[in-house]
């Protein structure tokens, strides 16, 4: 799901990649609007009231917005870096490190509460590290999938979905008809995910608040143990195959 990159990734990869993580933006954004207003999975939204701050010379908001698009950026920048770095090492691990960062800013913050009385910077703080959590976990499926994948926002995905479905009015061979149906099952099932995990997040933060998080995080860590097991069982079905 992860590990598989270039010519050894296929479609399957990608849409469990999707499947899971989608799902697991799903509950992060639900569970940073329910607990501080904030929209956590993209940018686009804090722009504006960064600009409407402005206007109104309200600077300190216009800074926070401005921080929440920093964060964001400073999550993507972090993942791609280790990526990268991981490459040229030649590492086919270097999914885990930002997977595992990812995990521990969202138990962190579940568990924040329990450990730290509320205060005027509360909601604050818990924006700035969903916004970095979200922003590392885009960053590191677009890099995995190479830009196939896309999990924290939707309005790109909707606008490749509208032009894919045009398509499929003009498309005969059978071909690209299978390769558009499989683009477009595949968004579908990105935002399906989202919905899902929207919807679960939503009905779980009334009894749960910020602890909801902690399920987007054990769903990460069992992708990591699922990517695991998988690779265990390939090697010993090498190690187990009669040589030729």
């Known amino acids: 799901m992860f590990r598989h990159q270039g010519r050894g990734r296929n479609y399957t990869h990608n849409l469990k990649l999707a499947s899971i993580l989608s799902c697991v933006a799903g509950l992060v954004n639900i569970t940073g609007v329910l607990a501080v207003g904030t929209l956590t999975t993209n940018v686009?939204?804090?722009?504006?009231?960064?600009?409407?701050?402005?206007?109104?010379?309200?600077?300190?908001?216009?800074?926070?917005?401005?921080?929440?698009?920093?964060?964001?950026?400073?999550?993507?920048?972090?993942?791609?870096?280790?990526?990268?770095?991981?490459?040229?090492n030649k590492s086919h691990n270097a999914y885990i490190?930002?997977?595992?960062?990812e995990s521990i800013i969202l138990i962190n913050v579940g568990l924040l509460p329990a450990f730290v009385k509320a205060g005027p910077t509360f909601p604050a703080i818990i924006s700035f590290a969903?916004?970095?959590?979200?922003?590392?976990?885009?960053?590191?499926?677009t890099k995995v999938s190479q830009s196939v994948v896309r999990t924290t926002h939707?309005?790109?995905?909707?606008?490749?979905?509208?032009?894919?479905?045009?398509q499929l009015l003009f498309y005969r061979?059978?071909?690209?008809k299978v390769k558009l149906h499989k683009s477009i099952f595949l968004k579908?099932?990105?935002?399906?995910?989202?919905?899902?995990?929207g919807i679960i997040g939503g009905f779980m933060f009334q009894y749960f608040k910020l602890k909801t998080l902690l399920l987007p995080a054990t769903m990460l860590l069992f992708a990591l143990w699922y990517d695991h097991i998988l690779l265990k069982f390939y090697h010993l079905k090498r190690s187990l195959r009669p040589d030729e």
């Open 154 to 166: 939707l309005t790109g995905l909707f606008t490749d979905l509208g032009i894919e479905l045009s």
């Open 97 to 101: 490190i930002p997977i595992c960062i």
């Open 188 to 197: 579908l099932m990105i935002i399906g995910g989202f919905f899902i995990g």
């Open 44 to 88: 686009t939204g804090h722009f504006a009231f960064f600009s409407e701050q402005l206007i109104l010379m309200n600077y300190k908001m216009a800074l926070i917005y401005l921080l929440y698009i920093a964060f964001f950026l400073m999550g993507a920048s972090v993942s791609g870096f280790i990526v990268e770095l991981a490459s040229k």
């Open 173 to 176: 061979e059978i071909a690209e």
């Open 130 to 141: 969903l916004l970095f959590a979200m922003g590392l976990q885009n960053a590191l499926v």
